[in-house]
């Protein structure tokens, strides 16, 4: 029965009764579903595009001033009042430019101490949560000249956008949630502000200033909530803005191919797995043949092989290497200066000693054995 070779399908089998659709096996190469790389994600966090939530952010700043506030509150109290005091108790002397520039520095420097702590506090916290969102990534790309960005067109796009939607739909819900949150809180402690008139200014005071604070934590531990919400969302939203067509990531495998700092880590890291290899078969030699610093060639014989094999050979560094693990392994070693060479120059890994080496290495293995089993080989 003689074969039959078939080079193209009869065209009979390409007519309109062909029960496939062909464009269906055709790369859908404009549609964005595959995972962004970690090159893509490298490129766009040098731009300065990452996954942060402004929210999360504004979340523990509002809760640091609060909090700092709340500490210091009574200092602060104390700072001002006493100032306001001094400035009452000298009314009665005579006002000119000197006394004037006094008083306003005094105030100056009496809003220095008691904001100057809350602002400090806000802006560690504001930094250390933004690092912890992105880490470290200092880039001035964002803030180079883009013509585009001076497009009306393009503004009108970014205004009526997926993002700017979403944007005004979360502030809406915010608006919304706090303002239910403010209503049921407040609506009792409205019918109680009356009662105030009749407490001194300090006790007054006290008493709104515990339910400011009162609401700013609880405002907060809202804020909180829908913060991680957004963070989630935000990462997600990053990652979807990332994704990339098959094309996409063809194209980025082949400029990385043809990238030379590429290749030569890849080089490098076959070079190092190809030593880490050869090191490993070092502790399975008979005798490692020296000449003695510049050349090392280990070799083993087992019954049954035709000639012995070279299994880890190396000049220089690592001639000196596989010396020293073969001290560590306890394999040994024989210098051999023309045996050492010979065997380096002719023969490759993984390869037997030829012919004319023989009768070298026969005599350097019948030295080893001997050494290690004196009394079989003593005659």
């Avoid at 005798?287 to 012995?308: C, D, K, Q, S, W």
């Avoid at 010979?342 to 070298?360: C, Q, R």
Wanted: aromatic fraction near 10%.
């Amino acid at each position: 029965m003689r074969c039959m070779e078939i080079s193209q399908p009869p065209c009979e089998f390409l007519d309109d009764r062909f029960p496939f659709d062909l464009q269906l096996f055709a790369d859908e190469g404009g549609e964005k579903t595959e995972e962004p790389t970690a090159k893509k994600k490298s490129d766009a966090r040098n731009k300065g595009q990452v996954a942060k939530s402004q929210e999360l952010s504004a979340a523990f700043v509002l809760f640091a001033g609060f909090w700092t506030m709340k500490v210091l509150g009574e200092t602060t109290y104390k700072e001002i009042a006493g100032y306001m005091t001094y400035i009452f108790g000298n009314l009665n002397t005579t006002v000119d430019v000197e006394t004037v520039m006094r008083l306003f520095l005094g105030i100056g420097l009496v809003l220095l101490k008691t904001s100057f702590p809350i602002m400090v506090a806000i802006m560690i916290i504001g930094l250390a949560i933004n690092v912890v969102q992105v880490g470290w990534n200092f880039t001035t790309e964002p803030l180079g000249f883009d013509l585009n960005k001076l497009n009306p067109i393009s503004g009108f796009g970014r205004i009526i956008s997926k993002r700017s939607f979403v944007e005004l739909l979360k502030s809406l819900f915010k608006i919304l949630i706090i303002g239910l949150f403010l209503y049921e809180n407040l609506k009792d402690e409205i019918l109680q502000m009356p009662k105030l008139m009749y407490l001194d200014l300090a006790a007054s005071m006290a008493r709104i200033a515990d339910i400011i604070f009162m609401m700013a934590f609880k405002i907060c531990a809202i804020f909180f909530a829908l913060a991680i919400l957004d963070y989630m969302y935000q990462k997600w939203d990053h990652n979807e803005q990332l994704k990339m067509t098959k094309q996409e990531v063809k194209e980025e495998f082949k400029q990385m191919e043809g990238d030379p700092q590429i290749k030569g880590k890849i080089r490098q890291k076959q070079r190092e797995m190809a030593m880490s290899r050869m090191m490993r078969e070092v502790p399975k030699a008979d005798v490692i043949v020296t000449n003695p610093t510049h050349f090392a060639v280990a070799l083993r014989y087992a019954e049954g092989m035709r000639a012995p094999e070279v299994i880890a050979k190396g000049q220089d560094y690592v001639a000196l290497k596989i010396k020293d693990v073969a001290r560590e392994t306890g394999v040994t070693i024989v210098e051999n200066k023309p045996l050492a060479r010979a065997l380096y120059a002719s023969v490759e890994i993984g390869g037997t000693v030829p012919p004319e080496l023989y009768k070298a290495v026969a005599e350097v293995l019948a030295y080893v054995y001997h050494l290690k089993h004196p009394y079989r080989y003593a005659g």
